[in-house]
Protein backbone atom coordinates (compact mmCIF):
# COMPACT_ATOMS: atom_id res chain seq x y z
CA UNK A 1 0.00 0.00 0.00
CA UNK A 2 1.71 3.06 -1.17
CA UNK A 3 1.59 6.18 1.47
CA UNK A 4 2.01 10.01 1.54
CA UNK A 5 1.50 11.55 4.61
CA UNK A 6 1.57 14.75 4.99
CA UNK A 7 0.11 16.90 8.69
CA UNK A 8 -3.28 18.52 8.05
CA UNK A 9 -2.42 21.18 9.86
CA UNK A 10 -3.34 24.50 9.77
CA UNK A 11 0.56 25.41 9.77
CA UNK A 12 -0.06 29.15 10.48
CA UNK A 13 2.77 31.46 9.69
CA UNK A 14 2.67 35.29 9.55
CA UNK A 15 2.96 37.22 6.44
CA UNK A 16 6.76 37.67 5.25
CA UNK A 17 7.44 34.69 7.31
CA UNK A 18 8.62 31.24 5.90
CA UNK A 19 6.44 28.12 5.42
CA UNK A 20 7.36 24.73 5.56
CA UNK A 21 5.53 21.82 4.31
CA UNK A 22 6.32 18.29 4.87
CA UNK A 23 5.92 14.98 3.08
CA UNK A 24 6.58 11.49 4.11
CA UNK A 25 6.27 8.37 1.29
CA UNK A 26 6.26 4.74 2.10
CA UNK A 27 7.15 3.45 -1.32
CA UNK A 28 11.30 3.40 -2.04
CA UNK A 29 10.72 3.48 -5.74
CA UNK A 30 8.87 6.54 -6.06
CA UNK A 31 10.39 8.38 -9.34
CA UNK A 32 8.39 11.80 -9.50
CA UNK A 33 7.24 14.09 -6.64
CA UNK A 34 4.66 17.49 -6.94
CA UNK A 35 3.25 19.85 -5.18
CA UNK A 36 0.09 20.59 -5.93
CA UNK A 37 -2.14 24.01 -4.10
CA UNK A 38 -5.68 23.93 -3.57
CA UNK A 39 -7.49 26.70 -3.06
CA UNK A 40 -10.68 26.08 -1.26
CA UNK A 41 -13.92 25.54 -3.48
CA UNK A 42 -11.15 25.12 -6.46
CA UNK A 43 -9.11 22.23 -8.18
CA UNK A 44 -5.54 21.70 -7.14
CA UNK A 45 -3.03 23.28 -9.45
CA UNK A 46 0.66 21.67 -9.94
CA UNK A 47 3.43 24.64 -8.57
CA UNK A 48 6.00 22.58 -8.37
CA UNK A 49 8.48 19.08 -9.29
CA UNK A 50 10.86 17.50 -8.46
CA UNK A 51 12.38 14.38 -9.57
CA UNK A 52 16.16 14.18 -8.05
CA UNK A 53 17.39 14.17 -4.42
CA UNK A 54 18.49 18.22 -3.79
CA UNK A 55 16.91 21.17 -3.89
CA UNK A 56 14.93 22.88 -6.81
CA UNK A 57 13.86 26.70 -7.01
CA UNK A 58 11.09 28.57 -8.81
CA UNK A 59 10.43 31.94 -7.68
CA UNK A 60 9.79 31.86 -3.82
CA UNK A 61 8.78 28.29 -3.73
CA UNK A 62 12.01 25.54 -2.91
CA UNK A 63 11.17 21.49 -3.03
CA UNK A 64 13.59 19.44 -1.38
CA UNK A 65 13.88 15.99 -2.03
CA UNK A 66 15.79 13.17 0.34
CA UNK A 67 15.28 9.63 -1.36
CA UNK A 68 16.99 8.00 1.07
CA UNK A 69 14.79 9.38 4.17
CA UNK A 70 11.92 9.41 1.83
CA UNK A 71 10.60 12.68 2.37
CA UNK A 72 10.10 15.98 0.52
CA UNK A 73 9.30 19.33 1.73
CA UNK A 74 7.96 22.66 0.36
CA UNK A 75 9.44 26.00 1.23
CA UNK A 76 7.75 29.35 0.69
CA UNK A 77 9.14 32.48 1.36
CA UNK A 78 7.86 35.66 1.57
CA UNK A 79 4.96 33.87 2.53
CA UNK A 80 1.84 35.73 1.33
CA UNK A 81 -2.51 36.36 2.40
CA UNK A 82 -2.72 34.92 -0.87
CA UNK A 83 -0.85 31.34 -0.31
CA UNK A 84 -3.19 30.52 2.18
CA UNK A 85 -4.72 27.22 0.70
CA UNK A 86 -3.92 23.71 1.01
CA UNK A 87 -1.23 21.85 -0.23
CA UNK A 88 -1.06 18.47 -1.70
CA UNK A 89 2.11 16.36 -1.70
CA UNK A 90 1.51 13.83 -4.64
CA UNK A 91 4.44 11.02 -5.34
CA UNK A 92 4.44 8.99 -9.04
CA UNK A 93 5.90 5.58 -8.36
CA UNK A 94 5.90 4.32 -11.66
CA UNK A 95 2.57 3.20 -11.80
CA UNK A 96 -0.27 4.74 -13.54
CA UNK A 97 -2.04 6.97 -10.77
CA UNK A 98 0.05 9.80 -8.20
CA UNK A 99 -0.76 9.22 -5.09
CA UNK A 100 -1.66 11.62 -3.02
CA UNK A 101 -1.39 13.06 0.52
CA UNK A 102 -4.36 14.23 2.63
CA UNK A 103 -2.82 17.85 2.58
CA UNK A 104 -1.54 20.67 4.79
CA UNK A 105 -3.52 23.62 5.10
CA UNK A 106 -1.43 26.81 5.09
CA UNK A 107 -2.81 30.10 6.75
CA UNK A 108 -0.49 33.29 6.49
CA UNK A 109 -1.63 36.23 8.28
CA UNK A 110 -1.01 39.74 7.17
CA UNK B 1 -0.31 25.17 -22.03
CA UNK B 2 -0.93 22.01 -20.55
CA UNK B 3 -4.56 23.48 -20.10
CA UNK B 4 -7.84 21.18 -19.35
CA UNK B 5 -11.16 22.18 -19.26
CA UNK B 6 -14.62 20.67 -17.67
CA UNK B 7 -18.00 21.15 -18.56
CA UNK B 8 -19.86 22.09 -16.90
CA UNK B 9 -18.46 24.21 -14.14
CA UNK B 10 -21.43 23.63 -11.75
CA UNK B 11 -24.78 21.57 -12.22
CA UNK B 12 -27.93 21.24 -9.85
CA UNK B 13 -30.11 17.69 -10.92
CA UNK B 14 -32.97 16.48 -9.87
CA UNK B 15 -32.69 12.87 -8.02
CA UNK B 16 -32.78 9.67 -10.56
CA UNK B 17 -31.67 11.72 -13.86
CA UNK B 18 -28.24 11.49 -15.38
CA UNK B 19 -25.91 14.24 -15.43
CA UNK B 20 -22.49 13.95 -18.14
CA UNK B 21 -19.48 15.95 -17.38
CA UNK B 22 -16.68 17.04 -19.83
CA UNK B 23 -13.06 16.74 -19.47
CA UNK B 24 -10.98 17.94 -22.39
CA UNK B 25 -7.28 18.88 -22.80
CA UNK B 26 -7.34 21.84 -24.98
CA UNK B 27 -3.49 22.26 -26.19
CA UNK B 28 -2.21 18.70 -25.69
CA UNK B 29 -3.19 14.66 -26.71
CA UNK B 30 -3.92 12.94 -23.27
CA UNK B 31 -4.19 8.93 -23.53
CA UNK B 32 -5.14 8.91 -19.85
CA UNK B 33 -7.35 11.11 -17.79
CA UNK B 34 -8.35 10.61 -14.27
CA UNK B 35 -11.37 11.28 -12.63
CA UNK B 36 -11.72 12.24 -9.10
CA UNK B 37 -14.42 13.19 -6.46
CA UNK B 38 -13.60 15.47 -3.31
CA UNK B 39 -16.46 15.90 -1.12
CA UNK B 40 -16.18 19.23 1.52
CA UNK B 41 -13.13 19.91 3.63
CA UNK B 42 -11.95 15.82 2.49
CA UNK B 43 -9.18 14.72 0.50
CA UNK B 44 -9.34 14.28 -3.07
CA UNK B 45 -10.48 10.91 -3.54
CA UNK B 46 -9.59 8.73 -7.04
CA UNK B 47 -12.48 7.03 -8.79
CA UNK B 48 -10.96 5.72 -12.03
CA UNK B 49 -8.41 6.40 -14.69
CA UNK B 50 -9.81 6.61 -18.26
CA UNK B 51 -7.69 5.32 -21.01
CA UNK B 52 -8.30 6.59 -24.59
CA UNK B 53 -9.61 3.45 -26.67
CA UNK B 54 -10.61 1.49 -23.76
CA UNK B 55 -12.46 0.46 -21.06
CA UNK B 56 -11.79 2.83 -17.54
CA UNK B 57 -9.83 1.05 -14.51
CA UNK B 58 -12.06 2.12 -11.63
CA UNK B 59 -10.53 2.16 -8.65
CA UNK B 60 -12.16 -0.09 -5.38
CA UNK B 61 -15.55 0.45 -4.08
CA UNK B 62 -16.51 2.63 -7.41
CA UNK B 63 -19.59 1.32 -9.23
CA UNK B 64 -18.63 1.52 -12.57
CA UNK B 65 -22.67 1.02 -13.70
CA UNK B 66 -23.48 4.08 -11.87
CA UNK B 67 -20.19 6.41 -12.78
CA UNK B 68 -20.16 5.72 -16.76
CA UNK B 69 -16.61 6.67 -18.41
CA UNK B 70 -16.11 7.09 -21.80
CA UNK B 71 -12.65 8.06 -23.48
CA UNK B 72 -13.59 8.21 -27.42
CA UNK B 73 -10.48 10.77 -28.16
CA UNK B 74 -7.34 11.52 -27.19
CA UNK B 75 -8.57 15.07 -26.21
CA UNK B 76 -11.46 14.09 -24.64
CA UNK B 77 -12.82 11.76 -21.69
CA UNK B 78 -17.11 11.77 -20.18
CA UNK B 79 -18.21 11.08 -17.26
CA UNK B 80 -22.03 10.14 -16.47
CA UNK B 81 -23.30 10.35 -13.73
CA UNK B 82 -26.45 7.80 -13.96
CA UNK B 83 -29.55 7.45 -11.80
CA UNK B 84 -28.11 10.35 -9.25
CA UNK B 85 -28.78 10.55 -5.84
CA UNK B 86 -28.01 13.30 -3.26
CA UNK B 87 -25.33 11.45 -1.69
CA UNK B 88 -23.86 12.14 -5.07
CA UNK B 89 -23.49 15.52 -5.19
CA UNK B 90 -19.41 16.80 -4.42
CA UNK B 91 -17.13 18.03 -6.41
CA UNK B 92 -15.63 16.30 -9.49
CA UNK B 93 -12.10 17.17 -10.84
CA UNK B 94 -10.56 15.21 -13.97
CA UNK B 95 -6.71 15.54 -14.60
CA UNK B 96 -4.84 14.75 -17.77
CA UNK B 97 -1.47 13.30 -18.64
CA UNK B 98 0.68 14.57 -21.26
CA UNK B 99 0.95 11.77 -23.97
CA UNK B 100 3.68 13.67 -25.92
CA UNK B 101 5.18 15.45 -23.00
CA UNK B 102 8.50 14.35 -21.70
CA UNK B 103 6.78 13.59 -18.06
CA UNK B 104 4.23 11.21 -18.39
CA UNK B 105 3.86 10.98 -14.27
CA UNK B 106 2.66 14.54 -14.20
CA UNK B 107 -1.21 15.80 -14.55
CA UNK B 108 -2.56 18.49 -14.76
CA UNK B 109 -6.44 18.73 -13.41
CA UNK B 110 -9.30 20.48 -14.85
CA UNK B 111 -11.00 23.13 -12.90
CA UNK B 112 -13.93 20.69 -11.23
CA UNK B 113 -17.11 20.24 -11.23
CA UNK B 114 -19.70 20.69 -8.45
CA UNK B 115 -22.42 18.55 -9.09
CA UNK B 116 -25.57 18.98 -6.80
CA UNK B 117 -28.71 16.30 -6.72
CA UNK B 118 -31.74 17.78 -5.24
Known amino acids: QKEVEQNSGPLSVPEGAIASLNCTYSDRVSQSFFWYRQYSGKSPELIMSIYSNGDKEDGRF ?18 QPSDSATYLCAVYSGYSTLTFGKGTMLLVSP | GAVVSQHPSRVICKSGTSVKI ?71 ICSA ?6 DRSKQYFGPGTRLTVT
Open chain 2, 22 to 92: ECRSLDFQATTMFWYRQFPKKSLMLMATSNEGSKATYEQGVEKDKFLINHASLTLSTLTVTSAHPEDSSFY
Open chain 2, 97 to 102: RDSGGS
Open chain 1, 62 to 79: TAQLNKASQYVSLLIRDS
